[in-house]
Structures are given as structure tokens and as C-alpha cells.
């Protein structure tokens, strides 16, 4: 099968390095030294104590590449609505778009039973060109528990983790996501196909909408933050506003809020991916993990003070760093 890879960065080189070994015809989208470096030397993988290097297209003009089968999209949050028209050549008259991305995605409504059946989200989707550009029918959910990082332009290392979860947001066996799980399986990772894909948004983007955001306030790791009964007092209040903003959308969860920040505890002195941003001075996710559910907050009617003082504190701190 053909996939491209739009947004090379450590998942999407992850994917795109791992299905091109099984045999996959794949292709990626990148810019600058990464992409240079991918040209001339190939796309190298260092995971699970083994290096492997790819030889792939790489691009910055999706219109050398043309339709696709699958194209994986795996930029973070605030690139897409810009990204969007660019990835129009690559769709042909069967291409499923794959959201491999933290938070809400822009298609989160689309079809949905209910009195908010097809809104969109201005916080994450502003003048509508993501849904535009990328029609909500393409779209399969992706929902990935793997950690990895750009070691150098085009070399991948693969920290941890490999499982990932996909499904169709109408919650369908669909033969396009059957043949992805399968893909996916095949190239090494724990692939699981769902009927409920939002609610595994959910439990993920639980952790990510307060720990997050949080520790770009704190600069705490995940371990610095769970352990402090200070931190606890924040955090405890502001995931229960967005377990009930899910609950009013049908989603529920499987533990509690003290057992969920215990979770985080246990991964140890380790960074959220925001934090990172920051620290690199590149655009963090605000709007994909706070920001959308603030949104939808407003729909749904759940009060929120806790995650609106926290998303009006990052997003100041995010402008006193030139990011916002």
C-alpha cells in the first residue's frame, strides 16, 4: 500500500521508517535540515537496540508525490489548518487521512448523534480550511502510546512504547481500517482497532489537557508534578471539569482522577511533550489539548475555572516567549 507521511517529525518518522520495512510504499513530507539530510542519506531508525536506514521520497511539494492510499498526518495541532491545502494532491478518489495527533482533531463532530452533529471547533479549526481541505469522511483516529524523538536531521530514535489504536469515528468495521490496523501490526506495532476511538481520545488527552499545560506553567515533569500535593490540588479540580465535559458527550473512564495522576507518577521524571516545545521555543498545542475542550465546554454547559485560568496562564506565557 502507498502511505506518505505528512510531518516527518519523530512519530511520523517512526511510522513511515516501520511501514517502509515491511514493505509499504512510503513517502514523506518535511522541510528544512531534516529534510535535506532524509534526501541525501535516507530516513535512519534506531529502536529496541536495532538501526535501520530507508530510502524513501522525501519532499516538500506533496504534488511530486500525488494520491495515496493512507496519508498519515502526524504535525502537531497548530500546523494543520496552514498545512491543509498542501495536502489536497495527495488525495485520491479512496485516501484516508489517518489523524496520528494529540487532542481533539477537527473532525471530532463530524456524524455525530446528536445536537452537535457536524460543529466545528474554531479553537483548533479557525476559517475552516482543515475541514475543507480535508473532508471529515477521509478520516480515520489515531490514537498513539509511543514516545520517540529526532536525534539529528533524519535519524529517529524510538524511546518507548509501540501500541496504537485506530478506528473510524462512526465506529464502523470498515475495510480501509481493517487493512490499516493490519498494516500497522504487520510493520511492528501493537495495533488494536476500535469501534469507540473517541473515547480513547479521551483517555489519553485526560492526562494531556492538565499535565501539560501545567508543567509549562511549572517546567515539572510528570513525576515532580503528581508527587506534589500542591500540584495534586490544581490538577485533581481540572481533570474532574474534563471527565464531566466528556461525560456529557457519552465518553466515560475507566478509573479515577487520583488514579490517573498516580499513573502519571509512575512514568517518572519525565517531560510532556509541551514542555518540550516550549524549552525549543517551537509553537506548543494549547488549542488541540486545552483550548478544544474548553470549547467544548461551552457547548455542553460544564463550568470550567480551573482549565479557563489554566489555558489564559499558558497561553501568556506562550506569547512572553515569542510562541503565540
Given at each position: 500500500m502507498?502511505?506518505?507521511?505528512?510531518?516527518a517529525g519523530a512519530i511520523g518518522g517512526l511510522f513511515g521508517a516501520k511501514l517502509a520495512l515491511a514493505g509499504h510504499e512510503v513517502s514523506f513530507v518535511a522541510r528544512g535540515e531534516h529534510l535535506a539530510a532524509m534526501r541525501k542519506n535516507g530516513v535512519t531508525l534506531n529502536s529496541a537496540g536495532q538501526t535501520h536506514t530507508v530510502h524513501a521520497t522525501s519532499t516538500d511539494d506533496p504534488r511530486e508525490i500525488g494520491p495515496q492510499d493512507y496519508v498519515l498526518l502526524t504535525l502537531k495541532a497548530p500546523s494543520v489548518p496552514a498545512a491543509a491545502p498542501k495536502i489536497r494532491p495527495l488525495l485520491g478518489p479512496q485516501t484516508a487521512i489517518v489523524t496520528a495527533m494529540n487532542g481533539i482533531p477537527y473532525w471530532y463532530f463530524y456524524n455525530l448523534p446528536g445536537p452537535w452533529k457536524d460543529r466545528r471547533l474554531t479553537s483548533i479549526d479557525p476559517d475552516g480550511a482543515t475541514w475543507d481541505n480535508l473532508p471529515p469522511a477521509r478520516a480515520i483516529g489515531c490514537v498513539i502510546h509511543a514516545a520517540g524523538h529526532v536525534a539529528a536531521p533524519g535519524v529517529i530514535t524510538h524511546a518507548s512504547g509501540k501500541r496504537l489504536i485506530v478506528g473510524e469515528p462512526d465506529g464502523s468495521d470498515s475495510d480501509r481500517v481493517r487493512r490499516l490496523g493490519a498494516a500497522l501490526a504487520a510493520s511492528g506495532f501493537d495495533a488494536t482497532v476500535t469501534p469507540r476511538i473517541r473515547q480513547e481520545i479521551w483517555l489519553k488527552l485526560w492526562g494531556n489537557a492538565s499535565f501539560n499545560p501545567v508543567s509549562v506553567?511549572?517546567?515539572?515533569?510528570?513525576?515532580?508534578?503528581a508527587s506534589d500535593p500542591d500540584s495534586r490540588s490544581v490538577l485533581g479540580p481540572m481533570m474532574t471539569e474534563l471527565q464531566e465535559i466528556a461525560r456529557r458527550l457519552d465518553i466515560t473512564f475507566p478509573i479515577d482522577v487520583e488514579r490517573r495522576m498516580d499513573i502519571a507518577k509512575e512514568l517518572g521524571p519525565h517531560k510532556t511533550s509541551m514542555l518540550q516545545d516550549l524549552e525549543r521555543g517551537r509553537p506548543m498545542e494549547i488549542d488541540g489539548l486545552l483550548g478544544s475542550v474548553?470549547?467544548?465546554?461551552r457547548m455542553v454547559g460544564v463550568e470550567t475555572p480551573i482549565c479557563g485560568m489554566i489555558l489564559a496562564l499558558?497561553?501568556?506565557?506562550?506569547?512572553?516567549?515569542?510562541?503565540l
Open positions: 502507498k502511505f506518505c507521511v505528512f510531518g506553567l511549572t517546567h515539572g515533569t510528570l513525576e515532580a508534578l474548553v470549547e467544548m465546554a499558558v497561553r501568556q506565557r506562550a506569547r512572553m516567549a515569542g510562541l
